[in-house]
């Protein structure tokens, strides 16, 4: 099963879960928005994702140039604003097993899927 972590706003988002529904795999939708991941939720994340969460930031997002840009963060702080302020998460996040990938391109997504 495939997990898409989605925002039905975002065009990336939308193509990745159509290249997902092509396939016939079972998927789950996760609306981040709606329902944010938890602290431990983004933790498993950024494991499966290999990166660190600074890396999982959507850095123009203006909560982020607001609120948090050039202030020195743990990773532990980045986390928790990542929990606070979902809309600060990349984007799509495709998780399956113990594999996940941002998905912002759908050549990196065919090879995943």
């Avoid at 494991?47 to 948090?68: M, S």
């Avoid at 928790?80 to 998780?95: C, G, K, Q, Y």
């Avoid at 097993?97 to 997504?109: H, M, N, P, T």
Wanted: proline share 6%; net charge neutral.
């Amino acid at each position: 099963m495939i997990q898409i972590y989605h925002n039905p706003r975002c065009g990336k988002s939308r193509n990745a879960l159509h290249l997902i529904e092509e396939t016939n795999q079972e998927y789950e939708i996760i609306k981040y928005l709606e329902q944010p991941p938890t602290y431990d939720d983004l933790v498993l994340l950024l494991k499966k994702l290999h990166l660190k969460p600074l890396e999982l930031v959507r850095q123009k997002e203006k909560i982020w140039i607001e609120n948090f840009k050039n202030k020195p963060m743990t990773d532990e702080n980045i986390i928790n604003a990542l929990v606070s302020n979902p809309i600060l998460i990349e984007r799509p996040i495709l998780v399956k097993g113990d594999k996940a990938i941002i998905g912002r391109e759908l050549e990196k997504l065919n090879s995943f899927i």
